[in-house]
Every structure is written in structure tokens, then in C-alpha cells.
């Protein structure tokens, strides 16, 4: 089946560790996305990707990092760097030049000890 | 710039009451997109309806309903007869016409449909 992949579910970090989420889709979509969700905030952008080898931050996008070497793949590092690192982390993909909605992934819950 | 408001934060209601979601949005572009989403409590994101701004006739699915007047700048959904698996989170959000750049999110909706 189509669709986006998220891992792991859940997550947990040590304070001053680096941690990569991963997100992979099978849809063929150009575009891909990394939005951030904390209670009662909606969902902030961090990253997005519109083409393989290229990237734009968001409005959030300190203390991330991303890479986009592969149309499917498009994995989020949460830095060191980022104070408040415990949120719950959407990776959405959509097809490029078509206007169809964004599709979203199942989703990983990042919570740092 | 581009901004979405959905002003109701919860909502709760007795199953089989019908309920609105309200939503406001600002931009600046002639054409655009505007969508809702579902957020049950798994937390993924369903995706319910998108609507260009070409278009203004209302929509109906089953249940749902979207009222879109872009006199108002407003994209308010309805929920009939409410049962309580529609219990979640509802985002609305706003895209620019390419539908290929990031979605713009309402903080949303919480609704509680109580048995």
C-alpha cells in the first residue's frame, strides 16, 4: 500500500543527545514536510523539501537539521541545539505541480528525559 | 501573509447535536486553497476536503458540510447528527494555488462528542 512511514513511534532522548526521525514515502510525491505539533499550537513548520537535494527551513527550523539525498527519504535531526525539543513530529508529503491535499504520516512523539 | 484562525479551542456536545467549526483565514493571493484535516487521538492526520477559492458552492459528504464565503474569508464546517467517533482534533489550513508549498494550520479544534 501507499503511503508514509514514520519511525520510530515514540521516542525518547537524554538532554544533550542528537536524534534522527525518520520519514519515508512510497507515493512518488516531490515534495515533503516536517511540521512540529505542541499542545494548543497547531502545527509549525520546521523543514520542507520540494525537490531531492534541496531544502528551505521553516518557521521553526533552529536546533534541526534535514537531508533530502533520496526522492522517498526525507529524515529530521533534532539537535543538541534545540531547547524544547519534546513535541509530537508530522512528516507530510505531496505531489508536485498537482493540487492535491498534503498527506501526513502517522507521526513520532519525541519526548527528551 | 498567510493566516488561519479557528477561535474555538473545544467544543462539546451530546451525540446527535449538530456542531460548526468555525474558520477565518487571511491572504493576500487571488487564488488559493483551503482544507480541513482530522486529528483522532492516534494523532495522524486524515485529510476531509480541500476547496479552491474558484469554487463556492457548498459541499456535502454524509455528515459533513463546508460553508465556504469568501466575502467573510471563512471555510466553517459542519458536523450533523454527531456521533462520537467524530471526537478529535480538526485543523483548517490554507495553501497558495500551487498546493506544492507548505499548508498554513489553524491552531484547531478540539471536539468532544459526549454519549
Known amino acids: 500500500d501507499g503511503g508514509i512511514t514514520q519511525s520510530p513511534k515514540y521516542l525518547f532522548r537524554k538532554e544533550g543527545q542528537n536524534v534522527t526521525l525518520s520519514c519515508e514515502q512510497n507515493?512518488?510525491?516531490?515534495?515533503m514536510y516536517w511540521y512540529r505539533q505542541d499542545p494548543g499550537q497547531g502545527l509549525r513548520l520546521i523543514y520542507y523539501s520540494q525537490i531531492v537535494n534541496d531544502f528551505q527551513k521553516g518557521d521553526i527550523a533552529e536546533g534541526y537539521s534535514v537531508s533530502r539525498e533520496k526522492k522517498e527519504s526525507f529524515p529530521l535531526t533534532v539537535t543538541s541545539a534545540q531547547k524544547n525539543p519534546t513535541a509530537f513530529y508530522l512528516c507530510?508529503?505531496?505531489?508536485?505541480?498537482?493540487?492535491?491535499?498534503?498527506?501526513f504520516g502517522p507521526g513520532t512523539r519525541l519526548t527528551v528525559l | 501573509a498567510q493566516k488561519v484562525t479557528q477561535a474555538q479551542t473545544e467544543i462539546s456536545v451530546v451525540e446527535k447535536e449538530d456542531v460548526t467549526l468555525d474558520c477565518v483565514y487571511e491572504t493576500r493571493d487571488t487564488t488559493y486553497y483551503l482544507f480541513w484535516y482530522k486529528q483522532p487521538p492516534s494523532g495522524e492526520l486524515v485529510f476531509l476536503i480541500r476547496r479552491n477559492s474558484f469554487d463556492e458552492q457548498n459541499e456535502i459528504s454524509g455528515r459533513y458540510s463546508w460553508n465556504f464565503q469568501k466575502s467573510t474569508s471563512s471555510f466553517n464546517f459542519t458536523i450533523t447528527a454527531s456521533q462520537v467517533v467524530d471526537s478529535a482534533v480538526y485543523f483548517c489550513?490554507?495553501?497558495?494555488?500551487?498546493?506544492?508549498?507548505?499548508?498554513?494550520f489553524g491552531k484547531g479544534t478540539r471536539l468532544s462528542v459526549i454519549a
Open positions: 507515493l512518488n510525491h516531490d515534495a
Open positions: 507530510a508529503s505531496s505531489s508536485r505541480g498537482e493540487p492535491i491535499a498534503q498527506y
Open positions: 489550513a490554507l495553501s497558495d494555488f500551487s498546493g506544492n508549498t507548505p499548508l498554513v
